[in-house]
T-cell receptor
Framework: GQNIDQPTEMTATEGAIVQINCTYQTSGFNGLFWYQQHAGEAPTFLSYNVLDGLEEKGRFSSFLSRSKGYSYLLLKELQMKDSASYLCAVRGSGGYQKVTFGTGTKLQVIP | DAGVIQSPRHEVTEMGQEVTLRCKPISGHDYLFWYRQTMMRGLELLIYFNNNVPIDDSGMPEDRFSAKMPNASFSTLKIQPSEPRDSAVYFC?????????????FGPGTRLTVL
């Protein structure tokens, strides 16, 4: 089975840096995704990690440690529009396309 | 491309009624997924198809739920009879069969309320 843990809520200040953690326990591992979901909207893809290390994409970076079952999403130079839920999702061994989502971290950016 | 299309966007029905949700995936995507999202359980995979064939329906909660994909451009998720605990946002997503970061593209969702 799959178990994915993320903090439920976080608050950060505009212009600051925030790190959202995700730990997982899965039967097999074939990649980890981060999605962003604004209230009332669909999730949209942010990043993908399959090897250990840091993937940087503009203001967003994602890190993976497979041995620790751990990932984080780093958001720099926070903007008000970054207020959203951030979903960690893991592809295990239950079918190549089968992805299990965490319950998400609701981030509130304040002025 | 118009993206993944879902209808209706909102559905309010009474307990016991049949509900049909519809999805048109992105053209050329071989995989189609149905998810359900609630505050308590987050985003849960219900079923997914590859080339119109159901691959894994282990997430379908019970026999009241059924899904079909008669062709590459259309899928339905049916709940019969509906119950208040089925109230949730139902998302359809599609993806390419390419390896690696083959991200899923989500539709806008159908917000279902069962009274």
């Amino acid at each position: 089975g799959q178990n994915i843990d993320q903090p439920t809520e976080m608050t950060a200040t505009e212009g600051a840096i925030v790190q959202i953690n995700c730990t997982y326990q899965t039967s097999g591992f074939n990649g980890l995704f981060w999605y962003q979901q604004h209230a009332g909207e669909a999730p949209t893809f942010l990043s993908y990690n399959v090897l250990d290390g840091l993937e940087e994409k503009g203001r967003f970076s994602s890190f993976l440690s497979r041995s620790k079952g751990y990932s984080y999403l780093l958001l720099k130079e926070l903007q008000m529009k970054d207020s959203a839920s951030y979903l960690c999702a893991v592809r295990g061994s239950g079918g190549y396309q089968k992805v299990t989502f965490g319950t998400g971290t609701k981030l509130q950016v304040i002025p | 491309d118009a993206g993944v299309i879902q209808s209706p966007r909102h559905e309010v029905t009474e307990m016991g009624q049949e509900v049909t949700l519809r999805c048109k995936p992105i053209s050329g995507h071989d995989y189609l997924f149905w998810y359900r999202q609630t505050m308590m359980r987050g985003l849960e995979l219900l079923i997914y198809f590859n080339n119109n064939v159901p691959i894994d329906d282990s997430g379908m909660p019970e026999d009241r739920f059924s899904a079909k994909m008669p062709n590459a451009s259309f899928s339905t998720l049916k709940i019969q009879p509906s119950e208040p605990r089925d109230s949730a946002v139902y998302f359809c997503a599609s993806s390419l069969p390419a390896g690696g970061a083959d991200t899923q593209y989500f539709g806008p969702g159908t917000r279902l309320t069962v009274l």
